[in-house]
């Protein structure tokens, strides 16, 4: 029996229809990833190393500990020391700029999948395909409609990076307590007030835990994307590997891990930072909030 689905002929046929008819939205989609990722490198770059070396640090100790701040320390030695810095500074930057647009584009998918099921049930399987799929796969796509540099291998590091943001995002808001929000609704917030000063504010661990998912896998993915052009790190380790030189490899690979460990523990520290918000300070900050508004209602029909 001859059985054969022409899924790959209707992929095909897909891509060609895009790169027919879609082609200007593309291009300025490109434009905007290439303009956003160059400016955090340029800026970046122009910072002296010194400089950019004592703000790392800094931030290290103020947001983690000092005792992570010592690390920072050794950390923006062994990279400086490696002759990587350019490099690392360019990973930076594409994570970044990666990570932004990821996340500019994935809350708000959230918040929508939190506030509808119908959008939660179209949502979730392609959030499903996303994360299920190999990484390698996103590279076909990226190169063949951007080309190959460092803005299709931004575009294949933002797709692969954005569903932990939808869902953590949507999790987070689900699982604001019924009573919170019937507290809000009680001091007579609007579906807007809800979900801006009771939803949000409550869901904010795990939508930072969804930022710092994000950041990693951008990490992650910015080494695989060196296969088309993304540079930085990736570039090092991709060098090393074609050259079988394991020195190379490994201080390319080192350089990530020590990015990685920076990034994470910094980008947790703001999620920790707002697990103190109780019920009782959310109804305070309502009351405080209504009875604001009460009083400028009252000002302004005096005058």
């Known amino acids: 029996m001859d059985f054969d689905i022409p899924i790959g002929d209707w992929v095909e046929a897909g891509v060609n229809w895009i790169q027919t ?13 290439g303009l956003l990722v160059d400016t955090f490198e340029d800026g970046l770059l122009a910072v002296p190393p010194l400089v950019l070396s004592v703000i790392i640090i800094a931030l290290a ?6 005792k992570f701040g010592l690390f920072a320390i050794l950390a923006v030695v062994l990279i400086y020391g490696m002759d990587i810095w350019s490099e690392t500074v360019s990973t930076l930057a ?15 998918i959230g918040i929508a999948m939190a506030r509808s099921e119908t959008v939660e049930a179209v949502v979730r399987p392609i959030l499903d395909f996303m994360q299920t799929m190999p990484p390698f796969v996103y590279l076909i796509p990226a190169a063949i409609f951007f080309g190959l540099g460092k803005v299709p291998g931004s575009i294949a590091t933002l797709i692969f990076a954005m569903p932990p943001a939808v ?11 019924q009573e919170n929000v ?32 994000t950041i990693m896998l951008a990490l992650s993915m910015v080494v695989i994307a060196s296969m088309i052009g993304a540079g930085g790190l990736g570039n090092t ?6 050259r079988l030189d394991v020195g190379l490899g490994f201080e390319g690979g080192l350089g990530v891990v020590l990015l990685a460990i920076l990034l994470d523990r910094v980008t947790q520290s703001f999620g920790q930072g707002r697990r103190g918000v109780t019920t009782r300070s959310l109804i305070e900050r309502l009351r405080q909030l209504f009875s604001l508004g009460r009083v400028n209602g009252r000002q302004s029909g005096s005058n």
């Open 21 to 33: 008819n879609l082609t200007g939205l593309l291009d300025g989609f490109a434009d905007i990833v």
């Open 61 to 66: 100790a103020w947001r983690v500990s000092w």
């Open 94 to 108: 594409l994570v970044i700029g990666s990570s932004l647009l990821a996340l500019l584009i994935g809350i708000p």
């Open 167 to 177: 869902r953590l995002t949507n999790l987070g808001i689900r699982q604001v307590s």
């Open 182 to 213: 019937e507290a809000g609704l009680a001091f007579g917030c609007t579906s807007r007030q809800l979900l801006l000063k009771v939803q949000l504010p409550l869901a904010m661990p795990s939508i930072m835990a969804g930022v710092n998912q």
């Open 237 to 242: 380790v991709l060098t090393g590997i074609q």
